[in-house]
């Protein structure tokens, strides 16, 4: 199954695809330390290990593409970010292809809540 969300958050690009790809900063939205580097065949660990993956492409501030890894499965579960300048911040475009249905509630949630949402409290409490 495929998941599509935008929203909108008040920074710059700069700072949204830092707070996506520099792992001190994805340690102060997420509470956990992270693994990942703006490096496009970089292989990262998030939540402790609850999300790996690999970067697929890197766009600095603009875009970010991965893949996510779900056990043993024939499609890629691909995951894209789209960073776009907006009057009072930045457009946050995503999209996530193949989510397994078993854990499509969880993923969707997730996005919302724990990824995007708690990036955009951090970043807008300064």
Request: glycine share 6%.
């Amino acid at each position: 199954m495929d998941f599509q969300y935008e929203l909108e958050i008040l920074a710059d690009p700069e700072e949204v695809f830092a707070a996506l790809t520099n792992p001190f900063q994805i340690e102060l939205w997420s509470g956990y330390p992270a693994d990942m580097k703006a490096e496009e065949g970089y292989v990262f660990s998030l939540w402790e290990g609850d999300i790996t993956g690999m970067n697929l492409k890197v766009v600095p501030n603009r875009l970010l593409e991965q893949e996510w890894f779900f056990g043993e499965r024939e499609e890629q579960s691909v995951v894209r970010i789209v960073l776009k300048k907006a009057k009072s911040g930045t457009l946050v475009s995503l999209q996530h292809t193949c989510i397994p249905d078993e854990v499509y509630e969880e993923i969707v949630e997730g996005w919302k809540e724990y990824y995007l949402g708690s990036l955009k409290s951090m970043l807008e409490m300064y």
